[in-house]
């Protein structure tokens, strides 16, 4: 099992700009989340997913899109990149009822 | 809204001293789980452990103990005899379970442990 991968590991954009962080799970999990890591705050829940096709926003939705189209994959979209958007994104994944989330690597991404 | 508070900001400790980290939370729903994470240096997550809100068993996995006071709201991370490689950012989450199924974790702001040599 890889579990939770995520790619970009580094990414820079410019103000303005559009990209999307890929993420995938392989131990066939239910649910997906994003979070935001920024210093000095612990990490902030973008968006999340219960299941393929489902997603709902988190605390910080704003700037961010996201689609569930198959279990495995849950890409996160910035729209127009802003450097407010400069942080450290991570991707988690939980089974059942055990709420337990296991996190990718993480993607540094820095806005210009 | 669920809150997580670790006031705690930054420990610095010499190798072999015992340490504990301060996890407080908020909440209103009386079914939680509370968890404990570590970021080390290399920046990834690391699980270290779970607990439902009607276990209020103490836990102890080799160095790491764990206590869970829900009357003072309270769920410490002991890690004894401490050792340079303990040395990273400390998470405490909590999470509810509501009807909606979303399982957010709620973090606290995290505690940064250094063990000098």
């Known amino acids: 099992n890889a579990g939770v991968t995520q790619t970009p590991k580094f990414q820079v954009l410019k103000t303005g700009q559009s990209m999307t962080l890929q993420c995938a799970q392989d131990m066939n999990h239910e649910y997906m989340s994003w979070y935001r890591q920024d210093p000095g705050m612990g990490l902030r829940l973008i968006h999340y997913?219960?299941?393929?096709?489902?997603?709902d926003q988190g605390e910080v939705p704003n700037g961010y899109n996201v689609s569930r189209s198959t279990t495995e994959d849950f890409p996160l979209r910035l729209l127009s990149a802003a450097p407010s958007q400069t942080s450290v994104y991570f991707c988690?994944?939980?089974?059942?009822?055990?709420?337990?989330?296991?996190f990718g690597p993480g993607t540094r991404l820095t806005v210009t | 809204a669920q809150k997580v508070t670790q006031a705690q900001t930054e420990i610095s400790v010499v190798e072999k001293e015992d340490v504990t980290l301060d996890c407080v939370y908020e909440?209103?729903?009386?079914?939680?789980?509370l968890f404990w994470y570590k970021q080390p240096p290399s920046g990834e997550l690391v699980f270290l452990i779970r607990r439902n809100s009607f276990d209020e068993q103490n836990e102890i996995s080799g160095r790491y103990s764990w206590n869970f006071q829900k009357s003072t709201s309270s769920f410490n991370f002991t890690i004894t005899a401490s050792q340079v490689v303990d040395s990273a950012v400390y998470f405490c989450?909590?999470?509810?379970?509501?009807?909606?199924?979303?399982?957010?974790?709620?973090f606290g702001s995290g505690t940064r442990l250094q063990v000098q040599p």
């Open positions: 997913s219960v299941g393929a096709g489902i997603t």
């Open positions: 989450a909590l999470s509810i379970l509501p009807d909606t199924g979303r399982r957010a974790l709620t």
């Open positions: 988690a994944s939980s089974y059942g009822h055990s709420y337990e989330q296991y």
């Open positions: 909440t209103r729903d009386t079914t939680y789980y």
